[in-house]
């Protein structure tokens, strides 16, 4: 069935840096999410976006942090600069859009774990 | 705010075993309700779905789920448990307001013994 990639499945970064998450939606979706993990803990969701724009966004969704997909390209979530808290498995979804009350499942990828040392 | 609890951190069954998954959410107003599992490793996948109608929803491999509104509960069963039923299971809701956010339970991680 329909896949979505996460590029890469492991990352480990020290705090303060950089870091960029890649997603690779399903072809034909264009809603996408990000979702996140904390060990032990329930996934928690962290932003939506729709025809380049935040949809909506949660308290977890920090300044640090920002979406974007840049000519149909993936659909990534950067987090500049890293903190400790942010060590947790990131889980990309994508959906076809919403439209009405008409429901559209979400397809998940397999989470790229981040460790900040 | 709409919040999903999944009582059961655990459960074991032994496969051909029935087994229930419970989901309890609180919110006022209009929500779609769903389950979706995930195997080791590996990203969510959709079950089932409620939003109206008959309260009892077919899903894949034999799972259904019955939507309870005095209850505030929408608890996944299955009559026949298989081993590679071995997974764990989130309850989400959506609310009207904002459909497109889910929010999940806690999940729940079912063993089943061979």
């Known amino acids: 069935g329909p896949k979505v990639l996460q590029i890469p499945s492991h990352q480990i970064i020290d705090m303060g840096q950089m870091v960029t998450l890649n997603c690779d939606p399903v072809?034909?979706?264009?809603?996408f999410y990000w979702y996140k993990q904390i060990l032990g803990q329930q996934m928690e969701f962290l932003v939506n976006f729709y025809n380049g724009k935040v949809m909506e966004k949660s308290k977890l969704f920090k300044d640090q942090f920002s979406v974007e997909r840049p000519d149909g390209s993936y659909f990534t979530l950067k987090i500049q600069p890293t903190a400790l808290e942010d060590s947790a498995v990131y889980f990309c979804a994508s959906s076809l859009p919403w439209q009405g009350r008409k429901y559209e499942r979400l397809f998940f990828g397999h989470g790229t774990k981040l460790s900040v040392l | 705010t709409q919040t999903v609890s999944q009582s059961d951190a655990h459960v074991t069954v032994f496969e051909g075993d029935s087994v229930e998954l419970r989901c309890n959410y609180s919110?006022?107003?209009?929500?779609?309700l769903s389950w979706y599992i995930q195997h080791h490793g590996r990203g969510l996948q959709f079950l089932l779905k409620y939003y109206s109608g008959n309260p009892v929803v077919q899903g894949v491999n034999g799972f259904k789920a019955e939507f309870s509104k005095s209850d505030s509960s929408f608890h996944l069963r299955k009559a026949s448990v298989h081993w590679s039923d071995s997974a764990v299971y989130f309850c989400a809701v959506s609310a009207s307001s904002s459909f497109s956010k889910l929010v999940f339970g806690q999940g729940t991680s079912l063993s089943v013994v061979p």
């Open positions: 919110y006022g107003g209009s929500i779609y």
């Open positions: 072809s034909n979706h264009l809603y």
